[in-house]
């Protein structure tokens, strides 16, 4: 079973019901198709940073062993994150270093409007194209 975590930017998170992480996960539509059909999903961690005026990177840094005692092996980085939020591919790094494969969207456009969404599998980063 894969465990999946979604992670939203704080500021973004004020304003975002995450209706469409929850829809796409319960649908297993977007970017939770990508898994494979055999294989079951848990939804283990939604976490949200507490936002830019909060050392978001030192944070998230500090949950990591706790997603990693969740059993969480993927992290979907929310859509609204990586259209909005300036540290986006710096959450995407800090995660993908730390061994988890990271989907940089949740809902929507695998693109997105700026064509910028983040993969990281095994170690090895790639970008919407």
């Given at each position: 079973?894969?465990?999946?975590?979604?992670?939203?930017?704080?500021?973004?998170?004020?304003?975002?019901?995450?209706?469409?992480?929850?829809?796409?996960?319960?649908?297993?539509?977007?970017?939770?198709?990508?898994?494979e059909?055999?294989?079951?999903?848990?939804?283990?961690?939604?976490?949200?940073?507490?936002?830019?005026?909060?050392?978001p990177?030192?944070?998230?840094?500090?949950?990591?062993?706790k997603?990693?005692?969740?059993?969480?092996?993927?992290?979907?980085?929310?859509?609204?994150?990586?259209?909005?939020?300036n540290?986006?591919?710096?959450?995407?790094?800090?995660?993908?270093?730390?061994?988890?494969?990271?989907?940089?969207?949740?809902?929507?456009?695998?693109?997105?409007?700026?064509?910028?969404?983040?993969?990281?599998?095994?170690?090895?980063?790639?970008?919407?194209?």
């Amino acid at each position: 079973m894969k465990k999946i975590m979604i992670f939203i930017c704080g500021q973004v998170a004020r304003k975002c019901s995450a209706n469409g992480c929850f829809r796409s996960f319960n649908q297993r539509s977007d970017s939770f198709a990508a898994h494979e059909e055999s294989e079951a999903l848990e939804l283990v961690a939604f976490n949200t940073c507490p936002g830019c005026d909060q050392n978001p990177l030192e944070n998230l840094e500090s949950k990591i062993e706790k997603f990693r005692k969740a059993g969480v092996d993927t992290i979907h980085i929310a859509t609204c994150t990586r259209g909005r939020c300036n540290n986006y591919e710096a959450f995407a790094d800090l995660l993908g270093n730390a061994g988890f494969n990271v989907v940089g969207y949740t809902h929507g456009s695998e693109g997105g409007k700026k064509e910028n969404t983040i993969w990281i599998t095994d170690g090895k980063k790639r970008y919407y194209k």
